[in-house]
């Protein structure tokens, strides 16, 4: 039912709103297709309502995996992402091998693009240690996104931030200059979100 009430609160959104990207999608396209390392594109997670739009017209196979846990309030999630194209892959909380190294064993395995939200689980506007240590392990690439409707409907649910796009609204999508995971800190994170927030 949360699938439902989510994907049926976005759709509107979705068939209605006018994507752009800064710099151009073509750029980023580029860089998916020639990868040679995983890349993990990261975000603040009160944008993510706008990324299910955003990446609406990118190829199918560049998409990136939604990774998200096999908990009840991810699974809330889960479905809706799929519909909108979005392929999903869940970690297993409960299992002997530890959520961390099962993340860093796919993108070893794979070298698969995947997206995450790099406060979800923490303070808003926080990066989570543990994003640095899985782009360590995996030598991943990251690229920092964020995306801005116009209108939007902001929400807060649980104590946390999220924007609704609003239908027939504007969305500016951007993405900044890949940062290398091996040598990355929580700051370098950081100051490439608010870099792409200041261009807003």
Not at 164 to 179: E, K
Not at 182 to 187: E, F
């Amino acid at each position: 039912m949360t699938n439902l009430v989510v994907a049926s609160c976005l759709y509107p959104a979705w068939r209605t709103s006018r994507v752009q990207w800064e710099p151009d999608v073509a750029q980023l396209i580029r860089l998916f297709k020639e990868r040679s390392r995983p890349i993990i594109c990261f975000a603040w997670h009160a944008y993510e309502l706008n990324s299910f739009c955003a990446f609406r017209d990118l190829p199918r196979d560049l998409v990136p995996l939604a990774i998200g846990h096999d908990g009840p309030l991810s699974r809330a999630l889960h479905q809706s992402a799929a519909w909108y194209g979005f392929p999903v892959w869940a970690y297993r909380r409960r299992s002997p091998i530890p959520p961390k190294t099962q993340i860093i064993d796919l993108l070893k395995a794979e070298r698969p693009i995947i997206g995450i939200f790099v406060d979800s689980g923490g303070p808003d506007g926080e990066v989570r240690r543990g994003f640095l240590e899985v782009a360590r392990a995996a030598e991943a690439l990251l690229v920092p996104l964020a995306w801005h409707a116009r209108p939007v409907v902001p929400l807060r649910l649980s104590g946390r931030r999220y924007c609704l796009p609003a239908p027939f609204s504007r969305i500016t999508a951007y993405h900044g200059q890949p940062i290398d995971g091996v040598t990355a800190t929580r700051d370098n994170c950081r100051d490439a979100l608010l870099a792409l927030e200041r261009r807003t």
